[in-house]
C-alpha cells in the first residue's frame, strides 16, 4: 500500500475519534442547569411550616452557591393553594419553576373541584414528613389529651380548633378527633399555620393541631403546651426543647386513647413534560441541602420525619397517599363517595 492511500485509510478513523471526542464534552457541556431566576411556589400562606421551609432552603441554596441563578420565593395562597397548583398546571414544560407540597396537594383539589391533581405536575423528591401535634395554651388546665378531650366534650361544641383552611389536613384532623371521641369542636379557619399559631397564643381557640415547627418557638416562651402528636410512635428526639420536656416526652395520640394518626407531606414538584435532566438536576440539588448542617438544624427543630424519596418509589407513595386522602376526606363528609 502507498503511503498516500495508507494515510488515506486512516484519516476516516481518526475523524470518527475526534467526532467522539468532541460529542462527549458537548454532552457534558449539555448537562442542564437553570439559566435564569427560578420561581419557587408556596401554595400557602406566610408563617406556616411550608412557608418556613421553601424560606430556609432559599436560604441554604443562597449561602452554600448552589445554584448559579437566584431562588426567589412567591406565596400563592388563593384558594387553599389552588392558586400555587393552577400556576404549575399552566406552566407546562418551564423546568425553572419549582414547587413545594404539602397535603393540600391532594385535599385542595378534592375539597374545591379544581381541575388539578398531583399527576398533572412532575414528581421531583420527598424532602420529609412533618408531624402533627395537639397544642393548648400553656394557661389552660389541661395537661393531657385526655382531660382536654373530655372538657370539650362537656362543653358541646364550644371549644374553638383553629386551623389552616377548610377541608384541608387541619380540619381532617379535627373531624377525626371528633369521631374518635365524640367530642364536638367549633373550627375556625385561619390562613395560614402562623396565623393558627397567634390564635392559640392570644385565647381565640382553645387548640390547635399545629405543625412542630409552627408552635415550637410559642412553646419555648411558654405560651403553649403540646398534648398528643398524631403519629403511630412518638418523635425520636431526646434534646430537651423546654426545661422539662424534649419531642419525645409528647406521647402519641393513640397513647391518649385517641385513634387518629396522620403525617404531612414535604415534597417538591415541577410543571409536567419538564426535561428529565432537569429533574435529576433538582434531586441533585435537594440532595446537597439536606447534607448543609442549616437543614439538619431545621430539622430538629422542627421535628420532622426526615424521610426521602424520588423517582418511582417517590410516586408510589403519592399514589396511595392520594387514595387515603380522598377516604378520609369522604368519611369526614368533605366529599360524596
Known amino acids: 500500500m502507498s503511503y ?13 475519534a475526534l467526532m467522539v471526542s468532541v460529542a462527549g464534552v458537548e454532552d457534558a457541556k449539555a448537562e442542564w442547569k437553570p439559566t435564569k431566576t427560578v420561581e419557587f411556589i408556596i401554595p400557602a400562606g406566610t408563617g406556616g411550616g411550608a412557608d418556613q421551609m421553601a424560606r430556609m432552603i432559599q436560604g441554604i441554596v443562597q449561602k452554600h452557591g448552589l445554584m448559579d441563578q437566584s431562588l426567589v420565593v412567591v406565596n400563592k395562597a388563593g384558594g387553599s393553594g389552588g392558586e400555587g397548583f393552577l400556576d404549575i398546571k399552566d406552566s407546562t414544560g418551564n423546568p425553572h419553576k419549582i414547587i413545594i407540597t404539602l397535603s393540600s396537594l391532594f385535599t385542595t383539589p378534592l375539597a374545591t373541584g379544581i381541575p388539578f391533581s398531583w399527576e398533572d405536575a412532575t414528581p421531583v423528591a420527598m424532602l420529609a414528613l412533618d408531624e402533627f401535634i395537639l397544642w393548648v395554651n400553656a394557661d389552660s388546665p389541661y395537661k393531657s389529651a385526655k382531660e382536654y378531650i373530655d372538657a370539650a366534650k362537656a ?7 383553629a386551623g389552616t383552611g377548610s377541608k384541608q389536613e387541619d380540619q381532617i384532623i379535627t373531624v377525626g378527633l371528633e369521631q374518635a371521641t365524640g367530642a364536638k369542636f367549633k373550627y375556625i379557619s385561619e390562613k395560614g399555620g402562623g396565623d393558627v399559631a397567634k390564635a392559640l397564643v392570644g385565647n381565640h381557640a382553645q387548640s390547635t393541631v399545629n405543625n412542630p415547627i409552627e408552635q415550637v418557638s410559642f412553646w419555648k416562651a411558654g405560651k403553649t403546651r403540646p398534648l398528643c402528636v398524631f403519629d403511630n410512635e412518638r418523635i425520636k428526639l431526646t434534646e430537651k426543647v423546654t426545661a422539662d420536656m424534649a419531642w419525645s416526652d409528647i406521647p402519641t395520640c393513640k397513647e391518649a386513647g385517641v385513634n387518629i394518626d396522620y403525617v404531612m407531606l414535604r415534597g417538591i414538584f415541577m410543571p409536567a413534560d419538564v426535561p428529565a435532566d432537569a429533574v ?8 446537597k441541602v439536606r447534607e448543609t448542617p442549616e437543614w439538619q438544624d431545621f430539622m430538629a427543630k422542627g421535628a420532622f420525619n426526615t424521610t426521602f424519596m424520588e423517582g418511582e418509589e417517590y410516586k408510589a407513595w403519592l399514589k396511595k397517599a392520594a387514595d387515603t386522602h380522598k377516604d378520609l376526606m369522604t368519611k369526614a363528609g368533605f366529599i360524596s363517595g
Open 280 to 287: 435529576a438536576y433538582y434531586v441533585d440539588l435537594f440532595k
Open 155 to 161: 362543653e358541646a361544641g364550644k371549644f374553638v380548633m
Open 4 to 16: 498516500r492511500l495508507l494515510v488515506r485509510s486512516l484519516i476516516p478513523a481518526t475523524v470518527v
